[in-house]
């Protein structure tokens, strides 16, 4: 397993197989990997003759507020897990998006910007600071957005977060150039921005969707169930259970669900989380592929419900595909 810093030779990495014949995967993560990555990783392998992943904390999809400084790493644990998996490249950028953090224009003042590896001073292209044209000193300011898919749901609270996303997986697209990249469905509306992105742009790459992990009790996996307390961690139980009656029901349901009693049992799911100690964020039942919201279920008719909820200061997504998937 190769472990690639260098842009420009993780590029020529992946023409090199191309150019062999060999498909190329990709699955971009930001590391601290758990069975939900490996399932992902799992599938680009089954999808293709080599398969890349990317490890980088992507500063451009934190808030100065939120938790970039201290997002959890383990790079020598992730190494581990993928290199038992079989997968042939490791892609870890260090100063892949440079954000400008204070308002003012930056000189290239390290202060002013936040990079993927905060005590790190190296640059893209490993070579020392001193030697770096000032150029890559400057903080980056192209963005790519999904402008429809990205209003609602989580960007209600996290209003930077899909451009940021949307912006560092194009440039993973275009230094990786993967026939196939990856995504979790628990990151439901990423994946549509994300696929919605390739098709806009004509990036020529099959975005897939792969089902989202539960634990045996159903909480869906993420990163962060290990911030939660042992209460918080039993009590999150709510958002899977309501969500899988709300699944059983439209699957044995003949006749759809109309507005009334769709608007019922998304109550009944906030209650349920509400009364289990949680925050709710939002519940929400959406169009599959273009998330705006609906409001009946006719029978036969595919949707999906989506749920954000705090416990404690935990926030966890889950969601569940109504009446098939898209
Ligand atoms: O889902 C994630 O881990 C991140 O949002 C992603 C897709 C790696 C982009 O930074």
Redesign the pocket.
């Known amino acids: 397993m190769q472990v690639i810093t260098d842009a420009k030779a993780m590029r020529r990495w992946s023409q090199a197989h191309r150019a062999a014949g060999r498909s190329v995967s990709l699955v ?3 590391g601290y990997l758990h069975l939900g990555h490996l399932s992902l990783v799992k599938e680009a392998l089954s999808r293709s003759d080599v398969c890349v992943v990317s490890i ?1 904390v ?1 500063p451009a ?1 934190f808030a100065a507020n939120e938790d970039f400084g201290t997002y959890p790493r383990d790079e020598q644990g992730d190494l581990r897990k993928l290199k038992e998996l079989g997968v042939h490249a490791v892609f870890m950028p260090e100063r892949l998006y440079v954000v400008e953090v204070c308002g003012d224009k930056t000189d290239g003042d390290e202060e002013n910007l936040r990079t993927n590896s905060p005590a790190s001073n190296s640059p893209e292209t490993n070579s020392p600071v001193s030697n770096s044209p000032p150029e890559t000193k400057a903080a980056h300011e192209t963005y790519v957005t999904a402008e429809q898919l990205q209003v609602g749901l989580c960007s209600k609270t996290r209003p930077h977060f899909f451009r940021g ?1 949307a912006t ?2 194009a440039k993973l697209f275009n230094i990786c150039e993967p026939d196939v990249a990856v ?1 979790g469905k628990k ?1 439901y509306q ?1 994946l549509r921005v994300v696929q919605r992105v390739v098709r806009d742009l004509d990036f020529a790459i099959d975005v897939v969707g792969a089902p989202l992990e539960r634990e045996t009790d159903g909480l869906a996996m993420s990163s962060r169930n290990a911030r939660l307390t042992a209460d918080h961690r039993a009590n999150a139980l709510a958002i899977s259970r309501g969500l899988l009656v709300l699944k059983n029901k439209v699957a044995t349901s003949h006749r759809g669900l109309d507005e009334q009693t769709l608007a019922n049992e998304v109550r009944e799911i906030r209650t349920g989380i509400t009364e289990a100690g949680g925050e709710v964020d939002y519940v929400e039942v959406c169009d599959q592929e273009s998330l705006v919201p609906v409001k009946t279920l006719p029978a036969g008719a595919k949707a999906v419900c989506l749920v954000a909820a705090k416990f404690g200061d935990v926030r966890l997504l889950d969601n569940a595909e109504l009446g098939g998937e898209a």
């Open positions: 971009p993560t930001m980088y992507n999809q996303v560092v997986v995504f990151d990423q």
